[in-house]
């Protein structure tokens, strides 16, 4: 008589589900180096407004000007940048932007050394880098200005153009002006990226 019994079923082993790596494994965090590419533009800034004061403090050219109504007659007329008050202010906002930047760049550098006082730094950072922002444009702004009078001239207040006798003086103010809006650009970067940067540390 054959056995009603039923074999007892083989235990089947129970296989725990494998654990993605990716799961165990903590989050990579991004390589990028917010401080040390904060202290390369604080650098640049430096030098920008550096080289922009010095440009504008050279400007100089004398050149032989004819005299209204003597014909023939021509005087020295010298061409310097203490003439025009927007080119001083221009030198006056670059100068204190020069020494903004060094004192920041040092404070980067602490932060660096010190990251736990970050948060305070890059607010303080987030603030004046405005503040130098409107500062330098609105000196790039009075010297371009000036210089394109300069260049132009203007016929209907009867302001004549001066760039076609005083060439090189001409020369200097255009290359202090681009690279003082080099340094406002600069700033700009700066400002957006110490309000990033603040923004992710207070999220993390």
């Known amino acids: 008589m054959a056995s009603t019994e039923k074999p007892a079923a ?5 296989e725990a589900p494998p654990v993605a790596a990716a799961a165990s494994a903590p989050a990579a965090k ?9 202290v390369a533009l604080r650098v640049l800034v430096f030098a ?5 004061v010095l440009v504008m403090g050279t400007s100089k050219q004398t050149e032989l000007v004819p005299v209204p109504g ?6 020295p007329v010298p061409a310097k940048f203490n003439h025009s008050p927007a080119f001083i202010y221009f030198i006056s906002a670059l100068s204190v932007t020069g020494l903004y930047s060094i004192i920041t760049t040092l404070a980067s550098i602490s932060i660096i050394q010190k990251p736990e006082y970050a948060k305070s730094f890059l607010l303080v950072f987030a603030f004046l880098d405005v503040l130098f922002v409107g500062i330098v444009a609105s ?11 300069g ?3 203007n016929s209907h207040v009867g302001w004549t153009k001066i760039c076609g006798v005083y060439d090189k003086f001409c020369r200097y103010i255009a290359t202090a002006t681009a690279l003082a809006l080099f340094a406002a650009i600069l700033l ?17």
């Open 139 to 149: 000196a790039t702004g009075a010297s371009g200005a000036v210089a394109y009078i």
């Open 48 to 52: 920008a407004a550096l080289c922009s």
């Open 188 to 204: 700009a970067l700066l400002s957006m990226m110490s309000t990033f940067t603040l923004y992710k540390k207070i999220r993390d």
């Open 30 to 38: 991004c390589p990028f180096n917010y401080s040390l590419v904060d």
């Open 70 to 75: 003597m014909p023939g007659v021509t005087l």
């Open 10 to 14: 083989s235990p089947t082993k129970s």
């Open 151 to 153: 260049l132009k001239g």
